[in-house]
């Protein structure tokens, strides 16, 4: 370009960071002023305290990490331009100096092309190394030139080694992800994501997304992410932050529902039971076969009269409380309120004058009142009544060997000495469910939901019942006994039946070497999923065999020790009773490791057991004896199919068993 000089237009960029870093400081150092004074400007204890948290939150929001790119775009349209970055900072007249990437106009970062340029001339991406610019790239789209996947700094963005927690995508968001993410806060989704595609990203970016366009509407109802496990939650946990987005609860299905310490085991056999959705018919019939029909009427004294309620007034109102279809305990409720406004109407008959709310109360607990509600509706807790149906089964929609399967043969004392297992915790939720109305979210983002049985789905979708859903997984990934094949039956147990199910088959993280390797696992899985396809061409993978003589562990720290040559971290994945002695072998060879539930550990070798493998993302992966990760579980191979796609630069494979037949038939 004439007059176009690269050195002097990247001055000019960097002078453009290093002011809207200040501006930055100063917006947050507003905030902090105003937080640390909102007791003397409010007007009272109330308001002070509301306006302390909100500003709490903005002083959380407006951080800013100086090794993270505040602006990773540009868009020149007409005679503007227009950063695009991670949050909206303004110079101290209002004026835009960085565009959120949320904003409507930032969408055109996106998703204009030459095809449909969106008003843009020169759509610009920048360079960053620990937080510097150093590099700008143009695509002048009002003269035909557009990058796409090609884009050197979009392609060294992608690729960039992995170190620490997942990393937001917004610099590299991809316009079939980008159409996903801004779909409507009404909208539920369900992502089918190969390996790769970037589905986790998806979701949490549209969290981050709805919270910026719903910000006070998203605040009162919450948002919720559900993850597999722990090791999980903490992977992603830097993300949402990232962005600006500090209040977002993150969970596990097991914290959801954990109402009460897990103090016994299933076998495998009941835990499979106790998953099933009939279970949920099992307790809902065991807790209304409690409603009883009244077979006397009351007779109540206040001290001056005699009141009297006939049978047939009692038994309508327990009639008219069941058939309104209301949560137990509220139908209890109900029918307590209506028996006293019976007594009130009388009283206000007989001696002209409303009764007072001391009145109203006693007549609620006076004795003719109390075991009458105790015997046609009587009080239960969701612990009491699981109790009850695993000490006696005895349902028509179990089978007299799955009602043996789940019986306790001993009775605890009480609720809180009761052995509940893990699978018994779902139980008590949805009885909890049954009894009461659960606190709905106004979003629910939940990952590798194909394993989620309908129980678990059950309780999600009670937390979602007034809010939409983002559903992310891979049918292909299924690893638990009751693992989805068709998203529509998870769909249905969430409540979302209509949901849209939209695939994700282009992959960006993971090499096309790894890719083919786990994808001739595919035909052994039995789910009807397409083949990922990935753009990496830059992946390496070896295939180890150790001869019989050799040390398997000794050859897979030879793997290790070349991947740490490399920049990245460092996984070895292997069967879960393998972990301990591979830490071992790491130590007694001086190589500092962790697992990945150590979250602030600074070692860049990390120990995974396979079943806690899923969704997270390495540099260099060594797996240690596949025909061992296979042979732990029923769905071993879909187990083995996770742990060859955590790798997203190079893959080593160590085994000195056979290779599964389905890796082996090409």
């Known amino acids: 370009m004439p007059g176009f000089d690269l050195d002097t237009e990247l001055a000019a960029e960097r002078q453009h960071l290093s002011e809207s870093r200040a501006a930055l400081g100063r917006m947050r150092g507003r905030a902090e002023a105003l937080f640390s004074t909102g007791d003397k400007v409010a007007g009272d204890a109330y308001t002070a305290e509301m306006l302390g948290r909100h500003m709490a939150r903005r002083v959380l929001e407006l951080a800013d990490d100086p090794t993270t790119p505040l602006f990773f775009g540009r868009l020149d349209i007409e005679d503007f331009a227009y950063h695009v970055g991670r949050r909206h900072v303004t110079d101290d007249a209002g004026e835009p100096l960085v565009l959120d990437w949320r904003a409507p106009l930032s969408r055109s970062f996106y998703r204009a092309s030459v095809r449909d340029p969106q008003g843009v001339s020169t759509r610009r991406r920048f360079g960053f190394v620990k937080g510097e610019l150093t590099s700008f790239e143009d695509e002048h789209l009002d003269r035909g030139e557009e990058l796409g996947t090609s884009s050197r700094i979009l392609t060294a963005e992608i690729e960039r080694p992995r170190v620490g927690p997942m990393r937001d995508i917004v610099a590299t968001i991809q316009p079939e992800q980008d159409e996903l993410v801004r779909a409507d806060l009404g909208d539920s989704i369900c992502v089918q994501g190969a390996p790769g595609t970037g589905k986790t990203a998806v979701g949490l970016h549209r969290a981050a997304f709805l919270l910026y366009l719903h910000r006070e509407r998203l605040r009162r109802s919450g948002v919720l992410i559900v993850g597999p496990n722990t090791a999980f939650l903490s992977y992603i946990s830097a993300v949402l932050p990232a962005l600006g987005e500090v209040e977002v609860k993150q969970a596990t299905v097991d914290g959801l529902v954990a109402r009460v310490p897990v103090k016994g085991v299933d076998d495998d056999r009941a ?21 009883a029909k009244p077979i006397e009427p009351i007779m109540v004294s206040d001290g001056s009269y005699r009141w009297r309620i006939d049978l047939e007034p009692l038994r309508r109102i327990v009639d008219e409380a069941r058939r309104e279809g209301l949560p137990y305990a509220l139908g209890r409720e109900r029918v307590l309120a209506r028996v006293v406004g019976l007594l009130q109407r009388q009283s206000e008959y007989r001696t002209g004058n409303s009764p007072g709310e001391t009145w109203l109360r006693k007549m ?4 003719p009142v109390k075991d009458f509600l105790d015997a046609v509706w009587p009080a239960v807790t969701p612990e009491s ?26 009775a605890p004392k009480t609720a809180k000495s009761a052995k509940f297992s893990a699978a018994d915790l779902i139980l008590i939720d949805e009885a909890a469910g049954l009894l009461d109305r659960e606190t709905s979210f106004g979003h629910v983002v939940v990952d590798e939901a194909q394993d989620l049985s309908p129980m678990q789905a059950r309780a999600i979708a009670r937390r ?21 094949a068709d998203w529509r039956d998870t769909l249905g147990h969430l409540g979302k039946p209509d949901a849209a199910v939209v695939p994700l ?34 992946g390496d993978l070896s295939i180890v065999a150790v001869p019989e003589h050799a040390s398997l562990d000794a050859e897979t720290m030879v793997e290790v020790t070349a991947a740490l040559e490399h920049e990245g971290s460092v996984a070895v994945i292997a069967a879960d009773t393998a972990v301990a002695g591979l830490r071992a072998h790491l130590t ?7 697992t990945p539930d150590d979250v602030d550990s600074e070692a860049r070798v990390t120990v995974v057991p396979a079943t806690v493998a899923k969704g997270l993302e390495y540099d260099h992966v060594v797996v240690h004896e596949p025909a061992d990760i296979v042979a732990a579980e029923a769905r071993g191979l879909n187990r083995l199919y996770v742990v060859l796609t955590r790798a997203v630069s190079r893959l080593s494979v160590v085994h000195q068993k056979p290779l ?3 890796l082996t038939a090409v």
């Open 385 to 410: 009544l699981v109790m009850e149906v695993l000490l006696d089964p005895a349902d028509d929609v179990l089978t007299a060997e799955e009602q043996d399967a789940i019986r306790w043969t001993k």
């Open 660 to 662: 599964p037949e389905a």
């Open 464 to 484: 979602s019942e007034h809010g939409s859903i983002t559903l992310l997984g891979d049918l292909a990934q299924g690893t638990t006994p009751w693992a989805a």
């Open 505 to 538: 088959t282009v992959g960006f993280r993971v090499p096309a070497v790894v890719v083919e390797l786990a994808n001739r696992l595919l035909s052994a899985l039995a789910v009807d999923v397409p083949a990922a396809v990935s753009l990496r061409r830059d």
């Open 271 to 291: 835990t499979g039971i106790k998953h099933d959705v009939r279970m949920a018919e099992v307790l809902r019939n065991a807790l209304w076969r409690k409603i």
């Open 588 to 594: 007694a060879a001086g190589i500092e490791n962790a």
């Open 364 to 367: 609620s607990r006076v004795a």
